[in-house]
């Protein structure tokens, strides 16, 4: 069982949807990613919150907007998302900004944008 | 160039090898090392941090040289559960990690 808890864990959406992906821990972490994986790719960093603010967005299109409520939420809104949006979609968790220990994933969430 | 790159295979190794697996690194800044296993439509799992000493857990066993940047994942007795891509990942600095591509590996019954 994974610590970090992401949902839905799979994701069917059109190209005219809203829809929102949910990621929880309760590891005390303070530091929370957004990371983008399609097949036989390594992940790819999206954004990257560290006590609650948002720290880093790696020249993400508009359409994604992540949201960190609190420090144990992140959520990534979803909103006229193309094909080729459709990869895993990946939460992560660490101690802090420093990532001396890893990251820890969540198991993912797979979407397919129709 | 790549900030991390690894050999993507695939390593194709009956029960029982032992394989490596090397990684290089372009950041000679970076402060943090790791190795990550992710099975097929899985998250990646954190397998072990890599120190400078060097470190093993059980069959596994990570090496880091800094003056050359490289990075090594060796695995003894090889179990058909370690089929799996092993991902060699390293930190870039102000909250970011970078991945290498990955190295597919398949042990053979």
């Known amino acids: 069982d994974t610590e970090v808890t992401q949902t839905p864990k799979h994701l069917v959406m059109g190209m005219t949807n809203k829809k929102s992906l949910k990621c929880e821990q309760h590891m005390g972490h303070r530091a929370m990613y957004w990371y983008k994986q399609k097949a036989k790719k390594p992940p790819e960093l999206m954004f990257v919150y560290s006590y609650e603010k948002l720290s880093i967005n790696e020249s993400v299109p508009s359409r994604f907007s992540p949201e960190c409520p609190n420090s144990s939420l992140l959520n990534l809104h979803l909103h006229a998302l193309q094909p080729e949006d459709s990869a895993l979609y990946l939460c992560?968790?660490?101690?802090?900004?420093?990532?001396?220990?890893?990251?820890?994933f969540g198991s993912g969430t797979r979407l397919t944008v129709v | 160039r790549k900030e991390v790159e690894q050999d993507p295979g695939p390593f194709n190794v009956p029960e029982g090898a032992t394989v490596a697996f090397n990684c290089t690194y372009s950041n000679s800044a970076s402060q943090s090392f790791f190795w990550y296993r992710q099975d097929c439509r899985k998250e990646p799992k954190l397998l072990m941090s890599v120190y400078s000493s060097g470190n093993e857990d059980g069959r596994f066993t990570a090496q880091l040289n800094r003056a050359s940047q490289y990075i090594s994942l060796l695995i003894r007795d090889s179990k058909l559960s370690d089929s799996a891509t092993y991902l060699c990942?390293?930190?870039?600095?102000?909250?970011?990690?970078?991945f290498g591509t990955g190295t597919r590996l398949t042990v053979i019954p």
């Open positions: 992560a968790s660490s101690q802090d900004r420093t990532p001396n220990y890893g990251y820890t």
């Open positions: 990942v390293v930190d870039g600095g102000a909250n970011n990690l970078f």
